[in-house]
């Protein structure tokens, strides 16, 4: 029994992502159905669906659901993507910030799917998706974005995923949510190494937002952001 629960744990660790069809299949068809009897029954979670951004991200699946009649969505991965997840929500929400989102609901385990839940953003939409913005709502943007980077920093944690697909910003222009800290550094943050994929992770993370050299720096991705705001806007 031991070593069957390691095996299932193994293929839970490293088949998160897309491209490993056969192994991400199989870890569907082992663990969906322990996750949807532990939303449904125990967690009380109604009208559960698959949920997407506008992108299908390749580490995490999303899903939509009900609770107590308010709607929320639920982050599935790996448990030390959920971990950074929940960990920087807490540190950020503790120092006062409003800028990211709350943690309703979470589990971290190495043998069942971990996950976290949160409000869902009704209203709001990713930056790269707004199609108007006046220049005051523009204005207030980019000062909720300029506080994110100085909070952020105040917790000592790094993003590294800045951009505008994970800036959600409500259509009124006038409240701001940064989401995704599943890959950030920190203090208090988890960092797993790939052998196979820590390319593909640094190639993909933060996309046309990395530095020249490749590396990542939140001031850098969000500078550019800036940049092509006051081009659009």
Request: hydrophobic share 45%.
């Amino acid at each position: 029994m031991k070593f069957i629960r390691r095996v299932i744990w193994y293929l839970q660790r490293n088949s998160f992502y897309t491209f490993d069809r056969a192994l991400t299949i199989l870890r569907m068809l082992i663990g969906a159905p322990e996750l949807y009897y532990r939303l449904y029954v125990i967690e009380k979670y109604r009208d559960i669906k698959l949920f997407n951004f506008s992108s299908w991200h390749h580490s995490c699946r999303y899903l939509v659901a009900s609770r107590d009649g308010v709607r929320v969505f639920i982050k599935l991965g790996h448990n030390f993507l959920i971990h950074n997840e929940v960990e920087a929500s807490r540190l950020l929400r503790k120092s006062g910030s409003d800028l990211v989102l709350e943690v309703i609901d979470h589990r971290i385990s190495r043998l069942f799917s971990s996950y976290v839940t949160f409000p869902f953003l009704e209203g709001y939409a990713p930056l790269d998706e707004i199609g108007s913005m006046s220049a005051d709502q523009r204005s207030i943007v980019e000062h909720q974005l300029k506080l994110f980077l100085a909070q952020i920093k105040s917790v000592g944690i790094v993003h590294r995923d800045i951009k505008p697909a994970n800036i959600f910003v409500e259509k009124s222009g006038v409240s701001v949510k940064v989401i995704d800290f599943a890959m950030s550094l920190g203090e208090n943050l988890e960092t797993v190494q790939y052998a196979l994929f820590n390319d593909f992770i640094q190639w993909d993370m933060g996309g046309d937002y990395k530095m020249p050299n490749g590396e990542w720096c939140d001031d850098y991705a969000m500078e550019l952001i800036f940049k092509q705001l006051s081009a659009r806007f």
